[in-house]
């Protein structure tokens, strides 16, 4: 876009226009003295001496090179080979961020359609989008799914459930005719059957469960899935995505649609974000899915073509016919998803589940050898776990801070019901001497 510049004309014209005689009048309802404040800064500094500052601030912050971590809770600290940020620094992919003329790009499109494929390979289900903000909002459209698909007003969602989602999809569901009731989890943070049982009628639309769930229990969803269908409700769940290299994919489950965080496939907890959710489900609910979807097909001559297909959102339909009216894709972290696992495959992602269940495994087989701590979690679990401190959790965290670790979520933040317990994670990047050195330090703390 060409750039115009201001005349001294067409300033004076402008002025005219609004009936005053120069610039500094507009600002008269501005108090003198907060006028052209005189700003003591410091001298001047070279770009050597610049960059030696900034390196003495940014020393003073903790990060995951400074301590080991044993945070989890949704957002995993994973090994990402060094050719996922090597690739998607590439101009191509670094500056059509969130694309929203793609159709130009046949390189952007295939992009995306790897993508698509790579979650469906992972999840076993027949078709996905093309990502979405986040792990959170992709369950909330995927719950609007289900109430486009049923024709239903209501929702269950389990307790077990990451609290930022269901949260969420109570935030979704505000000012609108839909509703939600939460179903409870047992002493083993398994879903409440009878609870479920109860609460299943024909208003129902969807069951929503999480396996791993956010305690780190992975779920045996059987009886759920025969539950739900049989009150022909839809089963939707959400996972840790690296699970499914090892445990049963949700199309095993028999779930009708599946969304959570993509954070784990190739992308640094970076304070939170950018990430990428993601959303597949089953061919039958294939135009209930919301956001941008690329397909493949071939052009008049033959080769090979990709395009946007069953564009169900506002920007390409009536807003009241749309799927969804505040989703949209996440492109390079999509991207970034699919060369981790491109450049892990297969047997890269089921070795890499098996060693976040062997840290965790033996983890928590330590921790429970200690008299003072109970652990909670008993069941399978893929990477995190719940234990029981003698003491404020609060406490521990700083103690274990002063050694260089950082230990697990509090989860009396979440709930004060569930005081001085802990939700501890260690995925494949822990090495034996880093597990060993948590459990000596939190044994010496707690006596």
Sequence with gaps: ????????????????????????????????????????????????????????????????????????????????????RHMISRGEFYTSYTPYQPEAS??????????????????????????????ATALAEAVFMAFQETKRRKVLVARSLHPDYTRVIRTYLGGTNYSMEVIGFG?????????????????????????????????????VERLAHQNGSLLIMTAHPLSFGFYKTPQGWGADIVAGEGQSLGMPPSFGGPW????????????????????????????????????????????ERASSNICTNQALCAIAASIYLAAVGKTGVRRIAELNMENAFWLRSALDSIPKIQVLTRGPIFNEFVIQLPRAVQD???????????????????????????????????????????????????G
């Design 1 to 84: 876009m060409s750039y115009f510049p201001i005349t001294s004309q067409d300033r004076a014209e402008m002025l005219e226009t609004i009936g005053v005689e120069q610039e500094g009048q507009l600002f008269g309802l501005v108090p003198e003295s907060l006028r052209n404040p005189r700003i003591e800064l410091a001298p001047a500094l070279s770009e050597l001496e610049a960059q030696r500052w900034f390196r003495s601030l940014a020393a003073k912050n903790v990060n995951l090179k400074t301590h080991v971590s044993f945070l989890g809770a949704g957002c995993y600290e994973h090994f990402i080979p060094s050719v996922v």
């Design 106 to 135: 046949q390189g952007t499109l295939q992009a995306l359609f790897e993508y698509q494929s790579f979650i469906c390979e992972l999840t076993g289900m027949d078709v996905s989008n093309g990502s979405h903000y986040d792990g």
């Design 187 to 223: 002493r083993g943070f398994e879903l409440d059957l009878n609870h479920l049982k109860r609460e299943l009628a024909e208003e129902i639309a969807a069951v929503v469960v999480a396996s791993p769930n956010f305690f780190g229990l992975v779920e045996d969803l059987t009886e």
């Design 276 to 319: 990428l959710g993601y959303l597949a489900a089953r061919r039958a609910l294939m135009r209930r899915m919301p956001g941008r979807l690329v397909g493949f097909t071939h052009d008049s001559a033959g080769r090979r073509a990709f395009c946007l297909t069953l564009q169900a959102r506002e920007q390409h339909i009536r807003r």
């Design 396 to 446: 521990v965290t700083e103690a274990l801070f002063e050694q260089g670790i950082l230990a697990g979520l509090a989860l009396d933040q979440v709930d004060p019901e569930w005081k001085d317990q802990m939700l501890l994670c260690a995925t494949e990047v822990r090495t034996t001497e880093e597990l060993d050195r948590f459990v000596k330090a939190l044994k010496g703390i707690v």
